[in-house]
């Protein structure tokens, strides 16, 4: 157990020092003259709500209420971007929030996490990024956040990841739950 906590957590150093070597200082025009130090990027990462089985599985009831349960979360977070994979689950996940704001779901490459993880980073601004249990806690460590433990694929729904980088680079981090407790064991989280 404890061998496994070391290997996540050097993985994390190892992904965070991969990514932060990536990160270019932002470049701001005399118009858009905004000091580095006050540039702030708030990133809120979840993995799909609750589903139903099959290929490209639509949400669950359980999973319609969760994407309801985020909406109520995130709804005064004055949320500027939301972006999800291009399955149904993350779609539908995401579109109640999207509905509620006036917001498009852009849609990203869960293959390209390095430079989606760039792009989210580096410009400003208070995103939603829905995925899945092997892309979330990824992206998370990529963008230089705490990861916390392996997201359990059969029962974890309910995982948020707030993270927030200030001046391009510096990034603080926690994970909370949103809606009604998922199914099955509960992760511990850090």
């Not at 996540?8 to 200082?25: H, K």
Request: glycine share 8%.
């Amino acid at each position: 157990m404890a061998a496994h906590l070391i290997r996540r957590r050097f993985l994390a150093f190892v992904a965070a020092g991969l990514f932060s070597a990536c990160l270019t200082p932002l470049q701001a025009s005399a118009e858009t003259a905004v000091p580095a130090a006050e540039a702030v990027t708030r990133l809120f990462l979840v993995r799909h709500g609750e589903k139903e089985t099959g290929s490209d599985p639509a949400l669950s009831p359980a999973g319609a209420l969760r994407a309801a349960a985020l909406v109520e979360r995130l709804s005064a977070e004055g949320v500027t971007e939301i972006w999800s994979t291009a399955t149904r689950r993350t779609q539908e996940t995401a579109a109640p929030l999207a509905g509620a704001l006036g917001l498009p779901v852009q849609t990203y490459d869960a293959a390209e996490l390095p430079a989606f993880g760039n792009k989210l980073a580096a410009t400003p601004g208070v995103k939603l990024v829905v995925g899945h249990s092997n892309t979330t806690d990824a992206l998370a460590a990529l963008i230089g956040a705490d990861p916390g433990p392996p997201i359990d694929d059969a029962a974890e729904f309910d995982r948020l990841y707030v993270i927030t980088i200030t001046g391009g680079y510096q990034v603080t981090s926690r994970i909370e739950r949103y809606g009604a407790p998922a199914s099955g064991a509960e992760t511990p989280l850090p």
